[in-house]
């Protein structure tokens, strides 16, 4: 029997994003796990010096409130280089402390900046951002402006996974680790699984076999490409 070229990478992400890494390699299959629902909350009252996001997908929801002409600050901190440059698009002056929550936090304090902050994040989110700053005595507030909707593995991902052949898997947060692990063992998977992790905690969350595991030395997607990479590699010397 010959032996395939490559592993499959299957990615689960929100479409635009999987589509996004996957015009960066080849033998990708694209079966989101989640898709954005974006909401129109009625937002705290009050005046807000800057806000804060977290995500992409927060920065996208963001400029839609925005778009709908409701006012909110045009200056937005930002977790990473993919949130800000999502923010900028949506027309507010972002920045970008180019990391995760833990360099967000920081990049907020060195601000120094006066008044309050408003988060806007999705339904589900780690790391309490929000009693973090109010306990560095920076008056925060925080507003659900999304939920992600869980999906199913699609028909050909199922079968991708069902088959002896190795799959990579790039997991980009422990949320999608925990969903990703429960549907292998729903769809009884026979694949040996590569892992792609972008954190530790990713790692750590993936409550699934693998035959092996790379965890990205830098929590964003160039790391994570990298990663992949590393492992395809390592695949094709063993």
């Not at 790391?127 to 999304?146: F, K």
């Not at 990579?168 to 590569?194: D, G, Q, Y």
């Amino acid at each position: 029997m010959t032996r395939q070229s490559h592993p499959t990478i299957l990615l689960t992400r929100p479409l635009a994003q999987s589509q996004r890494f996957a015009d960066q390699i080849d033998g990708t299959l694209i079966s989101p796990l989640m898709r954005p629902e974006f909401l129109s909350p009625m937002l705290p009252s009050g005046d807000f010096t800057a806000i804060v996001l977290t995500s992409e997908t927060g920065a996208e929801a963001a400029g839609r409130i925005s778009a709908a002409g409701i006012a909110l600050p045009k200056r937005a901190f930002c977790v990473g280089n993919r949130t800000a440059e999502a923010a900028r698009a949506a027309g507010f002056d972002a920045s970008s402390a180019a990391g995760a929550a833990d360099d967000l936090l920081a990049h907020i304090i060195s601000a120094a900046l006066v008044g309050r902050l408003l988060l806007l994040r999705g339904q589900d989110s780690v790391g309490d951002l929000e009693q973090r700053l109010i306990s560095a005595r920076i008056e925060t507030v925080s507003q659900i402006i999304y939920r992600q909707i869980g999906q199913s593995l699609s028909d050909d991902a199922i079968a991708v996974l069902q088959a002896p052949s190795p799959v990579i898997l790039p997991i980009f947060s422990p949320r999608s680790a925990r969903i990703f692990a429960a549907e292998l063992r729903r769809v009884a998977a026979k694949a040996p699984i590569w892992l792609a992790a972008l954190s530790p905690a990713v790692a750590e969350a993936f409550n699934f076999p693998t035959v092996y595991t790379e965890i990205a030395t830098r929590p964003d997607s160039a790391a994570m490409l990298q990663a992949v990479q590393a492992l395809r590699g390592a695949w094709m010397t063993s």
